[in-house]
T-cell receptor, first 113, second 112 residues
């Protein structure tokens, strides 16, 4: 039982390049989330998907797009990376959106030069 | 917007000492969660609190949901080296995980 799996673990991009961060969960959870973590800032929600087929903006959605490909997978895309998007990105899932704890992946460390 | 003030930012303690950290807010939360993050890993849930006044333990960890619903604390008793990490509080409004707000973390260092 792997829980939440994120790929890649590390990535370096040049400004303007695009990439997709992948996330998959094997816990049959309905809800999935993307957070970014920056030093001294805690975790900030980028986008979430309450259930398969739906996505909604979080606190910091600008510069990102997401796709809930199926119940298991939720991807985060950067169309034109900027240095301000250098961060550690965490995917999380929960059984549903009400009072069920989040389970996090181990993160993707992204550097944009 | 809603914010959580988590303190202290960092702690350096001796093995065996007790630890206390807390989160406060000007907003009312319906759920408080405490997570621990170790280097290179994602946060792991330690304790979840769902009712005002609730006191819950998980081994040497004890957390309480404040009566005013605007604060929560986490205590660690008899600390050990593996307690090292960053501890985050998170508050949730209205039962919706989409509105989970995280504190900025307390970095705990334990000296053997």
């Amino acid at each position: 039982n792997a829980g939440v799996t994120q790929t890649p673990k590390f990535q370096v991009l040049k400004t303007g390049q695009s990439m997709t961060l992948q996330c998959a969960q094997d816990m049959n959870h309905n809800s999935m989330y993307w957070y970014r973590q920056d030093p001294g800032m805690g975790l900030r929600l980028i986008y979430y998907s309450a259930s398969e087929g739906t996505t909604d903006k979080g606190e910091v959605p600008n510069g990102y797009n997401v796709s809930r490909l199926n119940k298991r997978e939720f991807s985060l895309r950067l169309e034109s990376a900027a240095p301000s998007q250098t961060s550690v990105y965490f995917c999380a899932s929960s059984r549903d959106r009400q009072n069920s704890p989040l389970h996090f992946g181990n993160g993707t460390r992204l550097t944009v030069t | 917007g809603q914010q959580l003030n988590q303190s202290p930012q960092s702690m350096f303690i001796q093995e065996g000492e007790d630890v206390s950290m807390n989160c406060t807010s000007s907003s009312i939360f319906n759920t408080w969660l405490w997570y621990k993050q170790e280097p290179g890993e994602g946060p792991v849930l330690l304790i979840a609190l769902y009712k005002a006044g609730e006191l819950t333990s998980n081994g040497r960890l004890t957390a309480q949901f404040g009566i005013t619903r605007k604060d929560s604390f986490l205590n660690i008793s008899a600390s050990i080296p593996s307690d090292v990490g960053i501890y985050f509080c998170a508050g949730q409004v209205g039962g919706s995980q989409g509105n989970l707000i995280f504190g900025k973390g307390t970095k705990l260092s334990v000296k053997p």
